[in-house]
């Protein structure tokens, strides 16, 4: 019998002798341990690709979803090692790998410790050997779906129910698009059942299951429910403000949209947009953007906003030309004929360090493109700031080789000290968070971009922080699990409060507006011709708009697995958070007076529907019980 990947790989037979168990080569899931007697989890990891590039973390959470131990892996520590213990108790601790990662994990305990892992889904959780084998159950009257993806490395997945030997095969084939895969119905049965999965072909593995508990194992005997037992989450508002709440936004098309598409523009609300200008176009047709940014503006009330200069067919990497130079001549053109309304970041190029070569190709057009701008004082007077260098991504590398050398971070320092009287903003996309847990990663890279460019006295950036661009995914490498679903909803949601937290943040767009053909990220879909609807990470922004405030106010949180986040707006007061793990919390609040004046509690869950929640308020303190995978907020008013 053969066991998954390092086992295999060190002629491990658990069946053999006793000894520890080991996972690898994992790279993106979780793996839930329960021990009953003490133990040690160890973790030790190796490069898989652009490991100097990126820093990385792994979290261990307790039985109630405390955080149990975290783990900062730096850039440089490509490899290295992590214990942590594990105490006996009938609930299950949960080891996190969160993709994607640039690291190959090897995980040992003991052979006794029940250890189940889950999977990502589409994207690729491990590498694995040929042959590979895990367990798996199904409950009686599941309909189980056994899914995969072909990545390259394992082609096939075979099933076999251990009752009676009865076999499943599904081929994973190479498709276009990266959002399809490959999917099979496990047959329903009267009674439990449990399947051996084998997995044919070596190197990344993607299978994960559907209808049905998504939990493998590397013996039948472990195949045991996960407990989870309810968490307690402290929470304590303070009165001091800690600065501005961001404009929430999204990236617009190109394009005059269609009134069909105002109602869901109107009900999303952007407070700030993201563009393209193709300098190829407007170097041609001066007059091509007039009309729709006009539109933002005056219609939907946008008046902040970034653009990125471009060329069309997706040209990134522009040159100090002819064409460069006359496309943001009408840029600023029309800019100006906006009428000085708001503020118009602009950036001269589109994640130059994922798509120049090197810094002095970036620092080269920088340096003409400002001086362009500054040219003319009416620029600045109609609201024109200049933003740099709009990376791909900021504290790690983007993904492209030489990713040391292209830290967006580093580039943004560099050109700050060369030229910094040209720069009055940091711009930055963050991609490829797509961990839950993980995306508390947004509150430490809008603190870096703040440490980057320095605090004036009031506390404040010197230059305005704008997260411009962001999504779970870059490109087109999407997930319908990521985009289509309520994971999306909780994913947004705790982006915006993480990177909200401090208060030192200007601008956070969502990556985009409505749905491609090559790229359904947006928050909107496409029902045939002009017919939008709104997808759940929508409904979800909706939400958060409903009850979004200008300030934010210093708030102390014990919990791990729900952020929050405090507002005010001047009598009124306000909680946005989110409970992204599955465990019910019971949730206290101290520091707002009891009772509530004008309290109200609303939840929003996976119907996509706001609903009236009751709280409690008892000796001074507001408590409530909210479910899992829920959003909440709880407003009220000051005295």
């Not at 609930?91 to 990662?101: H, K, Q, T």
């Not at 507001?622 to 959003?631: A, D, M």
Request: a neutral charge; glycine letters at 8%.
């Amino acid at each position: 019998m053969r066991y998954f990947a390092l086992a295999v790989s060190l002629g491990l037979s658990l069946d053999a002798y006793a000894g520890p168990m080991r996972w690898a080569d994992i790279r993106d899931g979780s793996l839930y341990l329960q021990a009953d007697r003490p133990d040690n989890v160890t973790v030790r990891w190796v490069p898989a690709w652009q490991a100097d590039a990126n820093e990385e973390r792994l979290y261990l959470l307790d039985g109630k979803g405390r955080l149990a131990g975290e783990r900062l892996i730096a850039a440089t520590e490509t490899r290295g090692t992590q214990s942590w213990p594990l105490l006996p108790g009938a609930s299950s601790y949960r080891l996190e790998i969160p993709g994607y990662s640039f690291r190959r994990y090897k995980v040992e305990h003991d052979e006794r410790t029940v250890a189940l892992f889950t999977p990502a889904k589409v994207h690729f959780s491990a590498e694995t050997r040929d042959g590979d084998e895990l367990f798996f159950k199904v409950a009686a009257g599941e309909q189980a779906v056994l899914a995969g993806k072909f990545h390259g490395g394992v082609g096939a997945l075979q099933a076999q129910r251990v009752g009676d030997g009865k076999q499943l095969s599904l081929a994973l084939k190479p498709y276009r698009a990266y959002w399809q895969f490959d999917q099979v119905a496990l047959p329903v049965a009267d009674t439990e059942q449990v399947w051996r999965l084998r997995l044919q072909g070596s190197g990344k593995a993607a299978f994960w299951l559907d209808g049905t508990a998504n939990l493998f194992a590397q013996n039948p005997q472990q195949l045991k429910p996960v407990r989870e037992d309810d968490g307690e989450t402290r929470l304590t508002v303070h009165k001091d403000v800690l600065g501005n709440t961001p404009n929430l936004g999204i990236a617009l098309p190109y394009v005059m949209p269609p009134p069909s598409s105002y109602a869901v523009l109107d009900a999303i609300k952007p407070q700030a947009g993201a563009y393209y200008s193709f300098v190829d176009i407007t170097a041609k047709q001066p007059h091509y953007e007039d009309a729709f940014r006009r539109l933002y503006q005056d219609r939907f009330g946008i008046t902040q906003d970034i653009t990125l200069l471009a060329g069309s067919q997706r040209q990134a990497d522009l040159r100090a030309d002819t064409t460069s130079n006359a496309g943001l001549h009408a840029w600023l053109a029309a800019t100006r004929a906006l009428g000085g309304k708001g503020t118009h970041y602009i950036g001269f190029a589109d994640e130059p360090n994922l798509n120049y070569p090197d810094y002095a190709s970036y620092q080269s057009i920088f340096t003409s493109m400002a001086r362009q701008v500054r040219s003319n004082p009416d620029n600045a007077k109609a609201g024109v700031r200049i933003a740099m260098p709009a990376s791909s991504r900021l504290v790690n590398g983007p993904f492209a080789d030489n990713a040391a050398e292209k830290r967006g971070i580093d580039w943004a320092r560099r050109l700050l000290k060369e030229s910094g009287d040209q720069i009055d903003a940091l711009a930055w996309h963050e991609w490829m968070i797509r961990d839950l847990l993980a995306t508390r990663v947004y509150r430490d890279s809008v603190r870096r971009a703040a440490d980057l460019v320095g605090l004036d006295a009031d506390g404040r950036p010197r230059k305005a922080l704008l997260l411009d661009q962001t999504n779970l995914s870059s490109g087109s490498s999407l997930s319908p699990y990521d985009q289509e679903t309520h994971f999306t909803s909780l994913w947004w949601t705790s982006v915006v409060i993480n990177a909200s937290q401090d208060g030192l943040l200007e601008m956070l767009n969502w990556f985009q507006a409505a749905d491609e053909p090559e790229y359904p990220k947006g928050m909107l879909r496409m029902l045939g011709d002009d017919h939008f609807e709104l997808k759940p990470v929508a409904l979800a922004q909706q939400f958060i708009g409903q009850h979004w405030l200008q300030r934010v106010v210093r708030l102390e949180n014990n919990a791990f697995e729900v952020d929050v986040l405090a507002m005010a707006d001047d009598l009124k007061r306000s909680l946005l958070g989110v409970n992204k793990g599955s465990r019910l919390q019971h949730v206290s609040l101290n520091g707002a007076a009891c009772p509530l004046a004008a309290g109200s509690l609303r939840y929003f869950g996976a119907d996509n529907r706001s609903r009236d929640a009751p709280f409690k308020c008892t000796d001074g303190r507001v408590s409530f019980e909210l479910p899992g995978q829920t959003l909440f907020t709880l407003s009220w008013n000051a005295s």
